[in-house]
């Protein structure tokens, strides 16, 4: 069984720090793209970062740049996100996503942007509220 399972999740006074991680079963991280997605109560889920293949490149929605970093531990088969300075702003509900890996025929992250379509493959979610 292929699945995506998230943690790390939380409540944090704003200006602290939260490690979330998607961990994988049945598959190898490693061939696939991940993104990491979240949506607040109201709104629509929006991508926050990215990590192509075999970590090509790294991508950060504006929102988070400088103080989310995400990152690969191919030796557990995980993907953390590691989120510092966190606001208000911040709550939502945090999800993990694969994309179909080599199947997908255009870059679903580099450098220079993501593909957020391209991401189909979802873990359950994790909560972060940052509140004081």
């Known amino acids: 069984q292929v699945t995506l399972v998230e943690s790390g999740g939380g409540l944090v006074q704003p200006g602290g720090s939260l490690r979330l991680s998607c961990a994988a079963s049945?598959?190898?991280?490693?061939?696939?793209?991940i993104g990491w997605f979240r949506q607040a109560p109201g709104k629509e889920r929006e991508g926050v970062s990215c990590?192509?293949?075999?970590?090509?490149?790294?991508y950060y929605a504006d929102s988070v740049k400088g103080r989310f970093t995400i990152s690969r531990d191919n030796a557990k088969n995980t993907v953390s996100l590691q989120m510092n300075s966190l606001k208000p702003e911040d709550t939502a509900v945090y999800y993990c996503?694969?994309?179909?890996?080599?199947?997908?025929?255009?870059?679903?992250?580099?450098?220079?942007?993501?593909?957020?379509?391209?991401?189909?493959?979802w873990g359950q979610g994790t909560q972060v509220t940052v509140s004081s």
């Open positions: 990590v192509s293949r075999s970590n090509g490149g790294t």
């Open positions: 049945g598959f190898t991280l490693d061939y696939y793209a």
């Open positions: 996503a694969t994309d179909e890996g080599i199947l997908n025929l255009s870059p679903s992250c580099s450098d220079y942007g993501a593909r957020w379509g391209n991401f189909n493959s």
